[in-house]
């Protein structure tokens, strides 16, 4: 019964200073004051985070992945990516080579030894 009162009376004591503090901040500088500074953050806001079109589209062209690259890069992208192509498959045929006459030293040399 006592753990009853102790908890209905936090739960109260909370309540009244979860009111006290709503209406604290707003008698401490005035609605109207409140107000006017958001709108005015609010402008600033806007301008700090959107630019102009123009400047968006140069930005989107200049550093975007949506733009198309020109045929020049594009040719010598595709060059390289041929050429590691290339480098790959011989590094692997040569690996391969390599194998194959190690197996085979390995299998003629119980013949040899006979």
Sequence with gaps: MAWRRLLMA??????VLLTMLQEGTGASMGTR???GQEAQEGEYVEQKIFMQESDASNFLRKRGKRSPKSRDKANVEKRQKLRA????????EEQR???ENFVEEQNDAPMLAA
């Design 33 to 35: 004051q409140v107000a």
């Design 10 to 15: 936090s739960c109260l004591s909370a309540a």
């Design 85 to 92: 192509d290339e480098l790959q498959r011989e590094y692997y």
């Design 97 to 99: 080579n390599e194998f």
